[in-house]
């Protein structure tokens, strides 16, 4: 069963005879689990975070530069938002991928996946990516596409950029089981409590609890149409260098980091020229990733933000 949209579901996608629910229970998926992320990490507590189309299993502990989770795609699933984007992985140093196969409920081992997956990716760090969203069309011109190994780790992203907006995609009619290693760049500190002091001590704490909410749920966020609304009835003045800021928010698999670049293209659209000004100030003082300050530039000066 292929899944198409952003909005499936896909807690039910599964073959006529079992669903994720099985292969989360079973023997396989437990043991794989447990050697990968090892007994202690997964004692101390597990999650699962459902994407559009294929699941990422990780310790609710992990470790601040390396981290390593399980994917799980559904038949036709894959990492992207839409079958047809790349997403940026900014916070990654270099990561790997290893497909280990598809999978069943009852499997004591991997099936041989030869037909494997698709991997598409850009060949460098700055891809331009749509106007509205911090994912990137795949095209031929920004992007290339091979298939990936069985059985062999594999770099989906580079020390030099190469591969840092990417997407796997599952061509198979099986459930398929990858493991990924990602090293992490440093983590800047988020420090928003010299901006938040302007504010009365009342809206000072509801930003601050907003702020958090998005860091906890990440894009789900915009399933909350109040609290998305509630961080764009602030003042942009205060909230432009705060969002410039969130942008350094660990990623977990929730498009934590994503999700503020694009709460920013929402405030952009009141004062761009405010916006252009602290992201200005922002790269000076080295505040937030390049990446998001090198694509949101792009888009403000596109033309799509300016006054008439």
Request: charged share 25%.
């Amino acid at each position: 069963m292929a899944i198409n949209g952003s909005n499936s579901d896909i807690s039910h996608c599964s073959r006529p005879d079992f669903d994720f629910r099985d292969l989360e229970r079973s023997f396989l998926l437990t043991r794989t689990l447990r050697e990968f992320l090892g007994a202690e990490s997964v004692n101390a507590g597990t999650e699962t975070i459902t994407r559009q189309a294929c699941f990422l299993i990780r310790a609710t502990s992990e470790n601040p530069r390396v981290v390593r989770r399980l994917i799980v795609f559904p038949p036709g699933g894959y990492t992207a938002d839409r079958v047809d984007l790349l997403a940026p992985h900014p916070e990654a140093r270099e990561a790997r991928v290893k497909v280990m196969g598809g999978i069943r409920p009852a499997s004591k081992g991997f099936a041989p996946l030869p037909e494997g997956l698709r991997f598409k990716y850009s060949p460098s760090r700055d891809v331009p990516t749509e106007t509205t969203s911090a994912n990137s069309v795949f095209s031929e011109e920004h992007g290339r596409s091979r298939k990936v190994p069985w059985k062999n780790w594999f770099y989906v992203v580079k020390k030099n950029g190469w591969g840092s907006s990417h997407n796997l995609v599952n061509h198979s009619a099986r459930w398929v089981v990858c493991l990924l290693h990602k090293e992490l760049v440093d983590q800047k500190p988020i420090r928003i409590d010299g901006y938040l002091d302007g504010l009365p001590a009342a809206r000072s704490r509801q930003l601050r609890l907003s702020l958090t909410r998005v860091q906890e749920i990440g894009d789900a966020a915009f399933r909350d149409e109040s609290l998305v609304s509630e961080i764009l009835g602030f003042p942009v003045s205060k909230t432009a260098p705060i969002l410039l800021r969130m942008l350094n928010t660990s990623e977990t698999g929730k498009h934590e980091p994503c999700t503020f670049f694009a709460i920013l293209l929402k405030i952009a659209e009141q004062d761009p020229e405010l916006i252009l000004h602290e992201l200005t100030r922002a790269r000076e003082t080295d505040a937030s990733p390049h990446y998001y300050l090198a694509d949101l530039e792009r888009k403000l000066r596109s033309g799509r933000f300016r006054h008439d």
